[in-house]
């Protein structure tokens, strides 16, 4: 069972935006360790989307941003297109477990 | 261009043994940790193992400790997962992936070797 909680499944309309939550606890998010974000097409590998809480690798539109306060974290994704469907993850570490975890994936679907 | 090919999945019975490699290129393999993440198709993300830049150090998740070793051979730009004791829960797709920033996240992935136990 992960230590990282996000929504299973978030959807908007094409141009709309959404916000994927990621919740932690005192021994990652909360401890201040970074949050990265993944992206998964289905059937693809994930993709890095967000490093470091806040920051874009090169590639990665600016209506996609994270955000991180406390002991979660968040994604926003604006102005949605048919190519933002798929699986998003956020990713810290946790040093109770002293490994780096995994969040439990939040569906996104373009009604 | 940055690139991670993972070779070696395939079906095995319970307690057998599989060798999982990754080729790396595109980068200089010995200046970053790597590490191998899988996913059980349709589920989540789990860390399996990792290992320094010049493999003196690796860690691995509770539920492979004992059974798996991880391995890095830098004169060939490659990275290896050796798996024991195969148990039906270790059916995964298993994807060598590149530490960033001291292991801080995980970029590129593979496109991943889906490894499947099964009598």
């Known amino acids: 069972q992960s230590v990282l909680t996000q929504p299973p499944s978030v959807s908007g309309a094409p141009g709309q935006g959404v916000t994927i939550s990621c919740t932690g606890g005192?021994?990652?998010?909360?401890?201040?360790?970074?949050v990265n974000w993944y992206k998964q097409v289905p059937g693809t590998a994930p993709k890095l989307l967000i490093y470091a809480n806040t920051n874009r690798p090169s590639g990665v539109p600016d209506r996609i941003s994270g955000s991180k306060s406390g002991t979660s974290a968040s994604l926003a994704i604006t102005g949605l297109q048919a190519e933002d469907e798929a699986d998003y993850y956020c990713q810290s570490f946790d040093s109770s477990l002293s490994d780096h975890v995994f969040g439990t994936g939040t569906k996104v679907t373009v009604l | 261009e940055v690139q991670l090919v993972e070779s070696g999945g395939g079906v095995v019975r319970p307690g057998g043994s599989l060798r999982l490699s990754c080729a790396a290129s595109?980068?200089?393999?010995?200046?970053?940790?790597m590490t191998w993440v899988r996913q059980v198709p349709g589920k989540g993300l789990e860390r399996v193992s990792g290992i320094s830049w010049n493999g003196d150090r690796a860690g691995y998740a509770d539920s492979v400790k004992g059974r798996f070793t991880i391995s890095r051979d830098n004169a060939k730009n490659s990275l290896y997962l050796q798996m024991n004791s195969l148990r039906a829960e270790d059916t995964a797709i298993y994807y060598c992936?590149?530490?960033?920033?001291?292991?801080?996240?995980?970029?590129?992935w593979g496109q991943g070797t889906l490894v499947t136990v099964s009598s």
């Open positions: 992936v590149r530490d960033m920033q001291g292991g801080d996240w995980f970029d590129p």
């Open positions: 005192s021994s990652n998010i909360g401890a201040g360790y970074d």
């Open positions: 595109g980068f200089i393999f010995d200046d970053y940790d």
